[in-house]
């Protein structure tokens, strides 16, 4: 599912960009008047379908939803199936590096206010290697070199802070979000140094093309996933919920348990330890 | 106060020491019969990758190979245990006939949902890396690669791996099959008045739809 989600947190920043945040604080009102009673803590089946099920905003939520699903099967969805017919698999791959490459100083940024060195330094020599070597980030080299890629934002950096994801929110266009990476997305857009740079019409194409490529080639990654879920699930807003909610929580995870040393193997007090374990 | 005699110093002495070895037997027992777990979980979660991926694999009709993942799915998935996990609290609820019903489809759910991406697995290949310990379960993780595909990570959540090792859960990139499943029933189950029913009528229907 991490294309799926990449892809709707690509169109949050475009949306973040053209000034709709303000839904987020009308979203939040109207969670606020809905605050269901959790069920006692002795009946762990109940707790566990209170917590899944959990979505004050459900009723505005189920409306963006089919809006959303109307939107993605009429445009996104075609477009993306002509993208996968048109465009050769090694060619959406290189897109797919490039694109990931640009992505860079948000990554950076973040990696550094999560306090992980070591990711930090992986995102930056991934950016020396596969700018140089691969070809302005066309090639992948460093993942190969030891420097795998990882996702990062600033939702995620909040949810490492220890800031709560708030009610689940599905929004038009955006697709899945919480109120902390609506938050985060409006952060990582402004953080990005591209939306600072230049200011002509040639910058702004070239950004806005950034942006469309994104789109499709995100959505042409989950065409398989997101048609399965369609077809297979008794209530895909739901199992959509839920997938999104237990992919952010796997990432925190992921992200909380790596601790690389950075410390390299053969300094000589250390070594022979197990100080680099390999990332789960 | 009572006077500490050398006989029962002894007797103390040798309990203590006895009680020291038995659990530290206890213990290393413990830990054999871990390591023990995760070697029998590895070694079926590779077994059992590898029959799934001949026959995904493999030039027989769709027909033939939706027979032959039934019995691999029959043999190596806790279907019924998965089945009562998804029903949630709904499971205790359930009339005998009802959770008779719903176990019936449910297996059929399972095996549909593999056979109807035969397509998409095509070319898989599934490496098998390290084994953990979590509570009373065993979590095998894997590399899962298709064919114009990133490689992605597969955790099998194994149960009883000492004596007839049994798939409980598989973990996409941190995303549980089954926990998923749960959350569709019970927004399912919520949305038609809890009407388990409701929910067994919508399974057919799926099943009916994907077959």
Redesign the interface.
């Known amino acids: 599912m991490p294309a799926t989600i990449r892809s709707r947190l690509f169109l949050l920043r475009a949306v973040c960009r053209w000034g709709f945040v303000s839904c987020l604080a009308l979203s939040l009102a109207i969670g606020l008047a809905a605050c269901a009673v959790e069920p006692p803590a002795d009946d762990p089946e109940a707790v566990a379908e209170f917590k899944e099920l959990d979505d004050p905003l459900e009723p505005t939520n189920r409306v963006f939803y089919v809006v959303y699903d109307r939107f993605d099967t009429y445009v996104l969805e075609p477009l993306a199936r002509t993208y996968r017919k048109v465009v050769p698999d090694p060619v959406r791959t290189g897109l797919t590096n490039t694109l990931s490459n640009l992505n860079t100083p948000v990554r950076l940024g973040n990696d550094i206010l999560e306090g992980k060195p070591r990711r930090a330094g992986d995102t930056t020599m991934r950016f020396l290697i596969n700018s140089t070597v691969g070809v302005l980030g066309v090639f992948d080299v460093a993942t190969g070199l030891g420097y795998p890629k990882h996702d990062n934002s600033f939702g995620l950096t909040l949810a490492n802070w220890g800031v709560p994801d708030g009610p689940y929110l599905f929004l038009p266009i955006v697709g899945p979000s919480s109120p902390r990476d609506l938050t985060g997305f409006a952060v990582d857009t402004v953080g990005d140094p591209f939306y600072w740079i230049g200011q002509g019409a040639v910058v702004k194409a070239l950004d806005w093309t950034r942006f469309y490529v994104e789109s499709v080639n995100s959505r042409e990654k989950a065409l398989d996933p997101i048609q399965s879920i369609k077809r297979t699930a008794l209530d895909p807003y739901a199992t959509f919920r839920s997938l999104y909610r237990q992919y952010r929580a796997s990432q925190l995870t992921k992200l909380r348990e790596d601790n690389r040393a950075t410390v390299p193997v053969w300094f000589p007090q250390i070594a022979g330890q197990e100080i680099n374990p390999a990332p789960r | 106060m009572t006077e500490v005699t050398p006989r029962m110093f002894h007797r103390r002495a040798f309990l203590l020491l006895t009680s020291t070895f038995s659990l530290s037997g206890l213990l290393t027992g413990r830990m054999a019969a871990f390591a023990q777990g995760t070697e029998r979980a590895t070694a079926f979660v590779k077994t059992t990758g590898d029959k799934l991926v001949a026959v995904l694999n493999g030039s027989g009709s769709t027909e033939a190979k939706r027979r032959e993942l039934t019995i691999i799915i029959d043999a190596a998935v806790d279907v019924d245990g998965v089945g009562r996990f998804c029903l949630?609290?709904f499971w205790r609820q359930a009339s005998a006939d009802q959770q008779k019903r719903y176990l019936e489809l449910f297996h059929q759910?399972l095996v549909?949902?593999v056979t109807?991406?035969l397509g998409?697995y095509q070319g898989i290949k599934v490496t098998v890396g390290r084994a953990r310990q979590q509570e009373e379960e065993q979590i095998v993780?894997t590399i899962v690669e298709r064919p114009?595909n990133p490689p992605a990570a597969m955790d099998w959540v194994i149960t009883q791996p000492t004596t007839a090792p049994k798939i409980i859960d598989l973990i996409?990139?941190?995303?549980?099959l089954r926990?998923?499943q749960?959350?569709?029933?019970?927004?399912?189950l919520?949305?038609n008045n809890n009407s388990i029913d409701a929910?067994i009528g919508?399974?057919r229907q799926?099943v009916a739809?994907?077959s």
């Not at chain 2, 749960?182 to 399912?188: F, G, V």
């Open positions: 949630g609290r759910v549909t949902s109807a991406k998409e993780s114009n996409a990139e941190g995303t549980s926990i998923t749960r959350s569709d029933y019970a927004s399912y919520q949305r929910l919508a399974m799926q739809e994907n």
